[in-house]
């Protein structure tokens, strides 16, 4: 079974600043990775589908990369609403990693 | 406007049983891929089940041989039979459209999420 790991756990950052998330496959999921951002209370939202495609209504300064076993969500510039926890989820079996969480600095 | 609507959850004592609704606006849950992706306090997410628009359905490990998803196509909703609960059960639970690509084929992912509904077992 394909497992999914994210990195850091915890990312601590102020807004304005580039966030930089990780997601690393135990093997190939070729391009076949989706991101979602998750607040408080709330159910997920998709923001990024098979590794970099912005699903509709997604900001700019969300942005997806890789392919493979190695995908990075990048936020180019955090604005307070950002403050989340991210998942990622592979196609395989609908898995979703563990979580990276942004809070503020 | 894509709306979808749990309700059903509660609390349940260890070996009973719940079911769970999903009512859905905006689109026709016949026509797509239906999932359910429950979350336990303070977890991750974990995907349940799915049933696709052909009827065909797939279960995680963790709940196949006791939870079961159907759907009533006049009522436009989406079913989770939970059967044998156990204390790990606990969690939200969403009902989730599956994103379609460019010719319908499936994608596996989720573009569109229900507020979730909260099952606790517990005796």
């Known amino acids: 079974e394909i497992v999914l790991t994210q990195s850091p756990a915890t990312l601590s950052l102020s807004p304005g600043e580039r966030a930089t998330l990780s997601c690393r496959a135990s093997?190939?999921?070729?391009?076949?990775l989706a991101w979602y951002q998750q607040k408080p209370g709330q159910a997920p939202r998709l923001l990024i589908y098979?590794?970099?495609n912005r699903a509709t209504g997604i900001p700019a300064r969300f942005s997806g990369s890789g392919s493979g076993t190695d995908f990075t969500l990048t936020i180019s510039s955090l604005e307070p609403e950002d403050f989340a926890v991210y998942y990622c989820q592979q196609r395989t079996n609908r898995l979703f990693g563990p979580g990276t969480k942004v809070d503020i600095k | 406007e894509v709306q979808l609507v749990e309700s059903g959850g509660g609390l349940v004592q260890p070996g009973g049983s719940l079911r769970l609704s999903c009512a859905a606006s905006?689109?026709?849950?016949?026509?797509?891929?239906m999932s359910w992706v429950r979350q336990a306090p303070g977890k991750g997410l974990e995907w349940v089940s799915v049933?696709?628009?052909?009827?065909?359905?797939y279960y995680a490990d963790s709940v196949k041989g006791r939870f079961t998803i159907s759907r009533d196509n006049s009522k436009n909703t989406l079913y989770l039979q939970m059967n044998s609960l156990r204390d790990e059960d606990t969690a939200v639970y969403y009902c989730?459209?599956?994103?379609?690509?460019?010719?319908?084929?499936?994608?596996?992912?989720?573009?569109?999420w229900g507020q979730g509904t909260l099952v606790t077992v517990s005796s």
């Open positions: 989730a459209r599956e994103l379609q690509g460019r010719f319908g084929e499936l994608l596996y992912y989720f573009d569109y």
């Open positions: 098979d590794a970099s």
């Open positions: 093997q190939s999921v070729s391009s076949y």
């Open positions: 049933i696709y628009s052909g009827g065909s359905t």
């Open positions: 905006g689109f026709i849950v016949s026509s797509n891929y």
